[in-house]
């Protein structure tokens, strides 16, 4: 079992930057592909970032690229999403999942393949 804790979430206007962290604990010795996901009130969950468990490879939803940086450092255990240029339309709910990836290169934008879940921490944007 793998625990996800999300933090670094917040109220900024329009343009400005957060720095969203997913910190991993429990069995934190197998290797997880991590992504973010988010959800807005009246709207389903959407894929936001992903990152291999190597963080060789990372692969974004079109709306936040260029914007937006997902990072790794597995000696911490803590997975980061680096939001730049926020829009009013970033407003939601963020969420960590992760998922056990035999490949150090493997990862996957769909929700239902992710195992392990976050709570989940709120992005407000104002205009």
């Known amino acids: 079992q793998v625990q996800l804790v999300e933090s670094g979430g917040g109220l900024v206007q329009a343009g400005g930057s957060l720095r969203l962290s997913c910190a991993a604990s429990?069995?934190?010795?197998?290797?997880?592909?991590v992504a973010w996901f988010r959800q807005a009130p009246g709207k389903e969950r959407e894929f936001v970032a992903a990152?291999?468990?190597?963080?060789?490879?990372?692969d974004y939803a079109d709306s936040v690229k260029g914007r937006f940086t997902i990072s790794r450092d597995n000696a911490k255990n803590t997975v980061y999403l680096q939001m730049n240029s926020l829009k009013p339309e970033d407003t939601a709910a963020y969420y960590c999942?992760?998922?056990?990836?035999?490949?150090?290169?493997?990862?996957?934008?769909?929700?239902?393949?992710?195992?392990?879940w976050g709570q989940g921490t709120q992005v407000t944007v104002s205009s």
């Open positions: 999942a992760a998922r056990y990836a035999a490949s150090p290169y493997y990862l996957i934008s769909q929700s239902y393949s992710y195992d392990y």
């Open positions: 429990g069995r934190t010795s197998r290797s997880y592909a």
């Open positions: 990152v291999s468990w190597s963080g060789g490879s990372t």
